[in-house]
């Protein structure tokens, strides 16, 4: 790269974060599930692939959400590669993810109702002094894990955390929970833990710049060395991007809504800007291009994440804006269950200053209005998890409300909140009814299979038409918008989505659209990008 006063990243430079080669998501991210996942999937995944890799060549390209690792012969050295180095490497969180079960066992076969204080003796060593044992009023015995002690035992996490960059041609990825990442010569893996302030440098200069410098900083921790320059180099240019457009800036203005894809909604006032469950898209000049980093704010002041799903809490565009963030506000786990983990201590132990847990019915103040935290019914498998909320925003006598993915299993619940918060002006919910079985996401927490009935019944549904229609109806919005659709292109790697016109969610939302349309109310389903003044 010639020399030049100032650099720039790529508008197409991606950057996936990995721990021990696969795609960061929240489950990685605290240890007692990071175990969890990594025992019961990583590693069956892998074995299974070495077993057979041209089947789950030919099942990942049928099935792209499936248990399958997408690649053939060529990829059987890495693989075995990878599996031996996670026996060793991820050796503490193996153990882990045994003495959990095993914790899980004997609770099952010896905590009847009798006092479980004899049984701290023989809590699993990996677990001592991490665990409470107790009953629930029915009489099952459970444990409940002291997270910040089990992060502060778990530094060996920080050895297994990279970040993967390469510019992007097109939208085309394996899929995250199946397929770890493996360097080829277009990319090149930054060996550094999440918190690290280097991210922050890097990722400024997108949109800010930075001393050419930077470039021998990153290669000091790139996988290769000083070999990798002339690949690192390919990440920036010497061209500053495009200003983002100006936002309101006198009080009486619109408020600026912007749908950047899935559950991203940028809102901007004269006074703040606030995102919604950040996904980022990249620009490939390939038909309509998202809504990307250079369309948001040098500052974004509040940024709300609605549940803890891979698609909702997405770390590769997190970590990018973490020098731009001001407040996350995130909703309050039960505290110690593994299938709810903490997504604040998750978020700081990777290094995010300012998060801001709430409860039911909490509110944030922002300037001329509040956000408030709604209850979130469904589409988590009927398992007991506190740590998902809607939220409503309310400034400057406007109002929208971010269902996200809630089922509307009770409408009474939303009669009594429409009591309390009034009437909502712009209703964004996501329509995805026809969601994967609960052990998709949720099955290497648990000690024993669900039977299959079960599994299928207890489904990660959003609302259909019948049950989004009371949401309607108790808010009495101007506009509805369905959005959270996982649709767009360059989230297949996330979703595994790809709808035809008769899928399920696509029937239902259209009804909603039409029910909305019958009743005089402005609706839509967002898809790719969209403005809207309020």
Not at 187 to 207: G, K, N, S, T, W
Request: contains cysteine; hydrophobic residues 45%; charged residues 20%.
């Amino acid at each position: 790269m010639p020399d030049m006063t100032q650099i720039y990243l790529k508008p197409n430079a991606v950057f996936e974060p990995l721990i021990n080669q696969w795609y960061a998501w929240t489950f990685l991210l605290q240890p007692a599930t990071c175990a969890l996942v990594m025992k019961q999937v990583h590693l069956r995944i892998m074995e299974s692939f070495i077993r057979a890799p041209e089947l789950h060549r030919r099942s990942a390209a049928k099935m792209a959400g499936g248990p399958f690792l997408n690649g053939g012969r060529e990829l059987v050295p890495a693989v075995e590669a990878l599996i031996a180095d996670t026996r060793t490497r991820a050796a503490p969180l193996l153990a882990l993810a045994d003495a959990l079960r095993e914790l899980d066992e004997l609770l099952a076969r010896e905590g009847r109702g009798d006092t479980l204080s004899p049984l701290y003796a023989r809590v699993p060593e990996p677990l001592k002094g991490l665990v409470e044992l107790g009953y629930d009023l029915r009489g099952h015995a459970s444990y409940r894990l002291f997270e910040r002690l089990l992060y502060d035992s778990a530094g060996y996490l920080d050895a297994l955390q990279s970040v993967n960059g390469f510019v992007a041609t097109s939208d085309d990825r394996s899929f995250m929970l199946s397929t770890p990442r493996f360097p080829d010569e277009h990319m090149v893996q930054i060996r550094l833990p999440f918190r690290d302030a280097l991210y922050d440098e890097l990722f400024a200069a997108r949109h800010a710049g930075a001393a050419p410098d930077l470039i021998d900083r990153l290669l000091v921790h790139a996988e290769g060395g000083a070999a990798r320059r002339a690949a690192l180099e390919t990440w920036f240019t010497d061209a500053p991007p495009p200003r983002p457009p100006s936002v309101p800036s006198r009080a009486g203005q619109p408020v600026r809504v912007r749908y950047f894809n899935h559950a991203t909604v940028l809102v901007e006032t004269a006074e703040f800007s606030l995102l919604t469950d950040p996904i980022v898209g990249y620009p490939l000049g390939q038909g309509d291009d998202p809504f990307t980093f250079a369309d948001l704010p040098e500052r974004i002041d509040y940024v709300l994440l609605t549940h803890n799903h891979q698609d909702h809490i997405v770390l590769e565009s997190l970590l990018q804006l973490r020098h731009r963030i001001g407040t996350l506000v995130v909703p309050r786990s039960h505290g110690g269950f593994l299938q709810d983990p903490s997504i604040r201590l998750a978020l700081e132990a990777c290094g995010f200053e300012r998060v801001v847990e709430v409860g039911e019915l909490d509110s944030v103040p922002v300037p001329g209005g509040e956000i408030v935290a709604l209850p979130f019914l469904g589409e988590h498998g009927d398992l007991h998890i506190a740590a998902k909320m809607a939220f409503a925003l309310k400034v400057g006598g406007k109002s929208m409300l971010f269902a996200a993915d809630s089922n509307n299993l009770q409408p009474e619940l939303y009669q009594r909140i429409a009591q309390r918060i009034g009437r909502i002006g712009t209703l964004f919910i996501g329509m995805e009814c026809e969601g994967a079985p609960m052990s998709w996401l949720y099955g290497a927490l648990l000690n024993e299979p669900l039977g299959r009935q079960f599994d299928q019944n207890r489904r990660l549904n959003g609302s259909d038409c019948e049950r989004a229609w009371p949401l309607v109806e108790c808010f009495a919005p101007r506009q509805v918008f369905v959005y959270a659709m996982g649709a767009e292109p360059w989230l297949k790697f996330i979703s595994s989505i790809e709808y035809a016109p008769t899928s399920l969610p696509i029937v239902e939302s259209d009804k909603l659209i039409a029910r909305c349309h019958a009743h005089d109310i402005q609706s839509e389903r967002l898809y790719l990008k969209k403005e809207i003044l309020l």
